[in-house]
């Protein structure tokens, strides 16, 4: 199993891994309410990224993908970097080429675009990340009692 971070096989071969999940999800039921609410946000942001998506390769005059194209499409390479070993950007880039590739898009317009996405990415994380530094301060020692989970 080369590319798999030795942590995580070594917490998957003693179950660990298994049971924080299943103890994660166990801790969910009950939580309809916002288990519906997370599945609306998990499809909201995802058809936000289809449309950055979109408007990249518009942007391109790539013509030769439509909106539904890109709904099947761009979901599939996210899956693809969720592998355990991650994916670098030149295999981000891969993937899109590869993807894109059966849909007469160029390579180099897949490629700009796979790197363009990649840019904007990092900018909204690191963006992200100075919010994250802001308000660390405020949080530090702050004691979670059971009443501050989501009901």
């Known amino acids: ?4 971070p030795p942590g995580l096989i070594r917490d998957w ?3 660990r891994f298994v049971r924080g999940f299943l103890s994660h999800g166990q801790a969910m ?3 309809r309410k916002m288990i519906i609410k997370v599945g609306f946000l998990s499809v909201l942001f995802q058809i936000t990224v289809v449309a950055v998506n979109y ?3 518009r942007s391109l005059h790539v013509d030769t993908l439509g909106w539904w194209d890109l709904v099947y ?3 599939a390479i996210s899956a693809i970097a969720m592998i355990p070993s991650g994916l670098t950007v030149t295999g981000y880039a891969k993937a899109y080429v590869l993807l894109l590739d059966t849909y007469g898009v ?3 317009a897949a490629l700009a675009a796979s790197l363009l ?3 904007l990415v990092s900018l909204c994380s690191l963006y992200g990340g100075f919010l994250w530094l802001g308000n660390r301060d405020k ?3 702050r004691e979670y009692t059971p009443e501050m989970l989501p009901e």
């Open 139 to 141: 949080s530090e020692g």
């Open 1 to 4: 199993m080369a590319g798999f």
């Open 73 to 75: 499409i761009i979901p």
């Open 117 to 119: 996405f990649a840019v």
């Open 55 to 57: 408007a990249i390769f």
């Open 29 to 31: 039921r009950g939580q």
């Open 106 to 108: 160029a390579g180099s």
């Open 13 to 15: 071969q003693d179950k």
